[in-house]
């Protein structure tokens, strides 16, 4: 069984920083893709950031210059460090990592629980 384990949202200022952190634990044969999906209310769940398995990266352009990911193979974990943030980017902040099973032979998705930023002006 694979759990995600989230922590670094919280509160703060228009042009201030946080850091986002993921840490993957369970059964895991080896990890395709990392990534962070965030949701406003009232909105759809969009892409922030991924990181695959070769350490591309790819942004939305809305974060594009400001936010980074990056991740820790040893500790199966993912990061996003958010700079310049607005109050725009506030949102729940959710980590996505697709795990390549064995049996069956296949790619399954696993989410976490969510993480709140939220930015004031």
């Known amino acids: 069984q694979v759990q995600l384990v989230e922590s670094g949202g919280g509160l703060v200022q228009a042009g201030g920083s946080l850091r986002l952190s993921c840490a993957v634990s369970?059964?895991?044969?080896?990890?395709?893709?990392m990534g962070w999906y965030r949701q406003a209310p009232g909105k759809q769940r969009d892409l922030v950031a991924t990181?695959?398995?070769?350490?591309?990266?790819n942004y939305a352009d809305s974060v594009k210059g400001r936010f980074t990911i990056s991740r820790d193979n040893a500790k199966n974990a993912v990061f996003l460090q958010m700079n310049s943030l607005k109050p725009e980017d506030t949102a729940v902040y959710y980590c996505?990592?697709?795990?390549?099973?064995?049996?069956?032979?296949?790619?399954?998705?696993?989410w976490g629980q969510g993480t709140q930023v939220t930015v004031s002006s």
């Open positions: 996505n990592v697709n795990i390549r099973e064995r049996v069956p032979w296949s790619v399954r998705a696993y």
């Open positions: 369970g059964s895991i044969f080896s990890i395709e893709s």
């Open positions: 990181i695959i398995i070769g350490g591309s990266t």
